[in-house]
Structure formats: C-alpha cells, structure tokens
C-alpha cells in the first residue's frame, strides 16, 4: 500500500512540477512583442530544464508542408541530423499528407500523444528513422502534438514531452499552446502595425495601401467632435457597414449605448487624454447588434490644424473567448488544488509559506489560506516538528536535492496527531537558483496504524503460539502426574490400610502387656506420633486421588455453615489462633457436594493455620453477591510473595518445607467439578484471602 502511495505521489509531483514549468515560461514570453524572442525564449527555458523537449512547426504558405521554426533539442546534434535527412533543419520540410499524425492535428485540430519513433517512421526510411530515434535517445519517448492558431486558423504544430498523467497533462499543454498561440499572434500582428506605422510616415500612397489592407480594423476622428473622418475595409467587416454608413457618423455608433458616458465613450475620452498610447479593451456593436470584444491602441496626432485621433481595433472577441476558456481550466486546476484531500503548500528559501491550498489551511486551523502567507511551521505545529522540518526544508534549499516520502508525526491545529507522508522539492529560476520549495503531504494515519495493529496481532499471535506450546507441554505433564498419582494413590492405599488395622490393634493390647506405667505412656506417645503420620500420609493419598481423578460430584442442597463448622470440628487447631465464622443470614443453601466442599474447607482451613507462626487468627465469612455466594477464608499468617502467585494453583507447587503442592490444585479441581471458581489475594507479612465463588444457577 505504502508502494502504491510513493508510486501515486511522484506522479503527482511531476504533474505539479510541469504545471509551474509551463506557468513560469508563459509568464516569460507574455508581452514579448518579437516572434525571434519568443522562439529563443522557448527553446531556452525548454533546453535548461533538461526534462521537456520542444519543437515548434509552422505551415508554409501553401500549407502543405512544415518547417522547424523552434526547437529546443536538436541544435547540438544537427550535424547528425543532417547527415540522416540530407537538409539542415532550416531547409527540412515535412509533407503533411504523408504523416497521419501531423495531418491528425493540422487538419482535424486534433491534440494527441504518440512515440516520436512512430512520427519519424512517417516521414524517415524506417532504418534512418530508428538509427536518429537512438541517437536522440527518444525509442521509448512519448510526445503530445497541438495546433498553434493564428486568428482560429491552425498556422502550426507545438510539440513537446508527455508525462505519465498524460490525460491530466495534455489540458495543460493545451492551455500552454494556447498562450504561446496569442502571445505569437501579438507579435506578428504589432510587428506588422509597427511596418505599417513606419511605411505610413515614408508614404502617404503606401499608407493608404496598408491602411486599406491591414486585417486590424482603423477608425480615424476628428479628437475634438468625435466625428468619424475615415476607415479601412477591416473596420467595415469588424462593425457589418458601409463606408457610407461609418463616414461623417460620431464615433459613439461604434459601441453599445450603455457604453457612452455622456457624449463620448468612455475609451475615446480616455485616448483623447493621453500622450502615451495605451490599449483599452472594450466592446463594439455591430449593424446587426451583435457585439464583439476589441482592443484599441489609439494615437492622436497634428493634421493641417487638427487633432486627429487614429485607432486601430482589434477583434479579441476569440481571444476572451480562449482566455475565458483557459480560466475556466485554471479554475478547474485550483479546484483539483483546493479540493485534493493532501496538503499542497509553497515555501520561500527561508521557509516561510507563500502559498497553500485547502486541506493546508485546515490542517494550521486558519480560515483563508491567506492567512498563512508570511509565517512559518514554528507558528502553527511543535518546536520538535517545526524544527525538523525547518531543517529538510534548509538542506532543500542549500543543495536542491528533494526529500520524498519522509513518514512523519505531526499535530494538526485541532490537537489531533497524524502520520504523514511529506515530499518536498525546489523552485528554481532561470538561473537554476532556488527561489523555494514546493511540498505535498498525504495522511498516512490509516496506514500506519493498520501497521501498527498487524505488527500488534503478530506478536498476539507469537504470544498465543507460546501458551498453546506451554498448554501443551503442560497438559502432557499434568497427564503423566496424573497417571502416576493414581498408581501411587492404588498402591499405597492397601499397605496403609494395613498399617491403620495393626495400629488399632496395638492400642487394643497396649493395657495387657506386661510393662510399667512410664513404659505404657511412651509406648502411647510413639502411638500417638504413629497416627498423626498417618493420617498426613492418608491425606496425601486423597489428594492425589482426587487431582488425578476422575471424582464424581454429588450436586445436593447444602447448607455451607454445617459444612463449615463440621470440617472445622474434625481439625485440631492451636488455641493461639483465633477462629471467627460469620455467615449471612441472607444466603440460602447451596448446590454442591458436601463431602468435596468439606476436602476444599479441609485444605484451605490446614493452609492457614500452617501460614500462621504463633498466633493469629482465621476468619471465614459467606454471603450472597449478586448471582453468586461468596465465602472468603482470610488468615493474619505470613503471606505470599508475589512472584509465587500466579503459579499458586499448579500442581506440585509449594513453599513448604513439608508439602507436596496438591492441597490447591486439588481444591481448584474440586471447585471446578462443581461450578465454581477460587480466587486468592495476599500481601507479604500480612496474610492471605482465599475466594470461593459459588453460582446460585448452573
């Protein structure tokens, strides 16, 4: 995903990257009045930028073939071209009708994008052809083709480099031909107003020719009255009259009414004012009333005693149109700008932002994206990130290289923090200086944190493998515990059955042996230390029977306070240790096995007095919780470490000297065969709390 972003934001910026390029050269030939300079200007900026090839082709006369009139890649190489078409680039003509693509252009004023190698193909044998395409290093090339108009008729061919986002960039292109198409038209047409100026003073016979002929339409006035003293035929065609018609007539029928201020138009008062010529757009009306757009340069002039006023109208009627046009694509390109959901932003060498679209300004929190001219990152987002990005921006500037694709966090002027995906590049000028930077930021939050959650869920995954694997391990322990338990439970059980028999019976006979007294009472204590090992020993067995199982449940309706107090009576408890049983009144009698709860009491009672070194006490208290009966067995003992918690019910586990690690286990596996659940809690040096749950409903 991260690779398709790059791939998407790099198109981007080439897009971004021709739009200023074609931007800047407009700007460049914009009011040059000289077709020479025009073409040397092209050709310059298109050769400096290493990046867009250019060439331009005019028809001839007859407008069948074209001739290279600019050319911003083929000056180094001209001897190689020439050696491969046998003509200089001056004398080389191309045949229109024998290549469709320039017939597709010329003739259906069509725009299009093709392989140089296929053009040469048209016009070159096919080996010359591919010999030049390598030369030129153009096999794999692609070029966009567009008419040059002269006055809505296609004179010519502009041609350069395509991008990837070729259908974004051929409107572009379009616009751009466009520009050069008016600023050439410009030139052509005041390089022949200003011949006509001089061929007028030289002569008044070739004045009169020129003046008739020129295609600009002329009105000549009296300055005073306004009043129309002379045209040309194009001033005929341009308002639909006659001569009859426009002769000895005031000047204001020339424009629409609501254009007359008074008695003069607006535009004639202004040139009657002025010594120095200025052109005045504004409208004309036609006989038929049908308006048109005009510029007017106007001179006014000494002529036997009067003031003569000539302007020369030209018809911009087309032009607007294409002008409205090229705004409308403009309009279209901010839209794009403004309406892209990744911020856009243009920076001076020393950071500070000059312009920004939308989504920039929403992410500084301004509601113009004006309001950001003049400041800097420091206004707007941390010092950390401020810095940082002041210093790229600075590398930037110092060595031109670009910054592409750097993931960074940010916080946007609502307090929210983002990832973002930042690429930034220079500006330069003609000199290939850096005037600044340009930069587009994409929100990669998503992403990253999509990252971020399948790292998460492979190391939850990596974690889960590691318990099932330790389950596993375990639960094959515990199997084989199992098994062992209940073959030493079986065959221990008979041999202390034996042991608890010849036990009884020695007690039985102990008063008919022959012995003292004295003799009689140690006799009677070894008896008595004989079946307190006993017991311990028969307790072993029973928990290892009951771990290994399987123990089979007798669910009845008990009351837990007699269970209580009947396995508290069977245990021998130091008077230092004080018993409290408090049972709410409240709790009703529950479903369980009363012999399984009395070896859970047994265990958990002997537990705590065990924990308890001298003395202390032993609290056992049950009520009702909610859906469940709790009983807590608290004692003042020694406590638990806290490492040796969560290995506290496994079997085999213990911190006593004396102990086999059942007693636990062994009350969990019994609670559990029941419903219920143990909890435990306990703090060093001040004791233990053993939780039983016991669900009222199963």
Excluded at 220 to 228: S, Y
Excluded at 335 to 357: E, G, H, Q
Excluded at 498 to 515: A, K, Q
Aim: negative net charge; aromatic residues 8%.
């Amino acid at each position: 995903m991260l690779n398709e972003q790059k791939s998407l934001d790099t198109l981007y910026h080439q897009l971004i990257k021709a739009i200023i390029f074609t931007d800047n050269v407009s700007v460049k030939i914009h009011g040059l009045l000289d077709e020479t300079k025009i073409y040397r200007v092209l050709e310059e900026e298109f050769a400096k930028s290493k990046i867009y090839g250019m060439c331009i082709f005019l028809l001839t006369n007859d407008g069948s073939k074209l001739r290279i009139a600019a050319t911003s890649d083929f000056h180094k190489k001209n001897i190689i071209f020439e050696e491969a078409f046998k003509s200089s680039l001056e004398q080389f003509r191309i045949e229109v009708n024998q290549s469709s693509l320039c017939s597709q252009v010329v003739k259906e004023e069509k725009t299009i994008e093709f392989r140089i190698i296929d053009l040469l193909k048209e016009i070159a044998p096919s080996m010359q052809s591919n010999l030049i395409s390598k030369i030129f290093g153009t096999q794999k090339k692609r070029f966009i083709m567009t008419p040059l108009y002269y006055h809505g008729k296609v004179t010519g061919i502009f041609l350069t480099s395509s991008i990837p986002l070729s259908e974004q960039y051929i409107p572009i292109v379009r616009i751009f031909t466009r520009h050069v198409s008016a600023d050439l038209e410009l030139a052509k047409e005041y390089s022949e107003y200003e011949k006509m100026e001089e061929t007028l003073r030289k002569s008044e016979e070739k004045y009169r020719g020129l003046f008739e002929e020129a295609m600009d339409a002329i009105f000549v006035a009296d300055a005073e009255t306004g009043i129309l003293l002379d045209c040309n035929r194009a001033a005929l065609r341009l308002v639909g009259r006659k001569k009859l018609e426009v002769i000895g007539k005031h000047q204001r029928i020339l424009h629409p009414p609501e254009d007359v201020v008074g008695e003069f138009t607006d535009s004639f008062l202004r040139h009657v004012s002025k010594d120095e010529d200025e052109i005045i757009e504004t409208r004309i009306i036609t006989k038929t009333g049908k308006i048109r757009d005009v510029a007017i340069k106007a001179r006014v002039f000494e002529l036997e005693g009067r003031r003569i006023i000539q302007g020369i109208f030209r018809d911009i009627t087309e032009q607007k149109k294409m002008e409205e046009e090229l705004k409308h694509e403009r309009d279209l390109l901010r839209a794009l700008m403004d309406n892209i959901p990744d911020t856009i932003y243009f920076k001076d060498v020393n950071s500070r932002f000059t312009r920004i679209n939308k989504a920039q300004a929403q992410m500084l929190g301004v509601k113009s994206p004006d309001e950001a001219v003049g400041k800097t990152d420091f206004d707007y987002f941390t010092p950390e990130h401020a810095k940082d990005a002041y210093n790229d921006e600075q590398t930037i500037v110092k060595t031109g290289m670009p910054m592409v694709y750097k993931v960074e966090r940010i916080r946007r002027a609502d307090g929210q923090f983002l990832w973002v995906s930042a690429t930034k590049v220079s500006i330069k000028d003609t000199t290939n200086h850096v005037v600044g930077i340009v930069g587009i930021s994409r929100d990669v939050t998503e992403s990253k944190k999509m990252q971020e959650e399948l790292v998460r869920h492979s190391e939850h995954l990596e974690e889960l493998v590691k318990e099932r694997t330790a389950e596993l391990t375990n639960a094959g322990r515990l199997a084989a515990i199992g098994e062992t338990a209940a073959m030493v439970g079986h065959d221990l059980r008979n041999p202390l059955q034996t042991i608890v028999g010849t036990f009884y019976l020695m007690r039985e006979h102990l008063d008919s042996i022959p012995c003292s007294q004295e003799e009689k009472q140690s006799i009677e204590k070894l008896l008595n230390r004989v079946g307190g090992e006993t017991k311990y020993m028969d307790k072993i067995i029973s928990d290892l029977q009951d771990y290994a199982g399987p123990t089979k449940t007798n669910i009845v309706e008990t009351n837990i306070y007699d269970v209580i107090s009947e396995t508290l009576s069977s245990l021998t408890i130091p008077d230092t240790i004080k018993v409290t049983v408090i049972i709410s009144d409240s709790l009703p009698k529950l479903m369980v096995d009363p012999t399984l709860m009395r070896r859970v009491f047994t265990n958990l009672f002997l537990n705590a007095v065990q924990a308890i070194p001298d003395k202390g006490e032993l609290m056992i208290e049950a009520f009702e919780k909610g859906e469940a009966a709790i009983i807590k067995v608290q004692d003042t003992g020694v406590g638990i470490p806290e490492a040796n918690m969560p290995k506290l019910f496994q079997p085999l586990f213990t911190t006593k000297a004396k102990g086999q690690g059942l007693g636990l286990a062994v009350c969990k596996r019994l609670l559990e065969l029941q419903g219920a659940e143990i909890m435990a809690e306990s703090e060093v040096d001040k004791g233990s709390t053993f939780t039983i749950k016991i669900p009222f409903r199963r």
